[in-house]
């Protein structure tokens, strides 16, 4: 998927991430400020979380829970500067308990990802709309 869209079609491509991720990993990748965060939100909306969902730039993780008693796991690895940190956290552990696991700046811990993770590349255009990738 290569798509050009803007914030009003956000639940859709939600819904087209969450349908094409044969695994449950999905890896955000652009800028700061190009609205990583703000498609995560919608995809917790679409797989109906219950809490509060924000970045976990601080925490590195936070766990939501949805209507269904699955967990939705957020990660945000600005901050991580080795990737020892990643795995001092625990970071396989999540990764493969079959859980939703939605990652910010997964280039910070390039080599612990799986490779069946799904790539999400967000651009933004000088009038304000993005484009949006998935491999």
Known sequence: MNKLYSLNDLASIAEEVIAKAKYKTLLFRGEMGVGKTTLIKEICNV???????SS???SLVNEYHTATNAIVYHFDFYRITQEEEALDMGIEEYLYQNDWCLIEWPENIENLLPLEAVQIHITILENGQRTIQLT
Not at 47 to 53: G, P, S, T
């Open 47 to 53: 797989l109906e979380v219950q809490d509060r969902v």
């Open 56 to 58: 976990p730039t601080f």
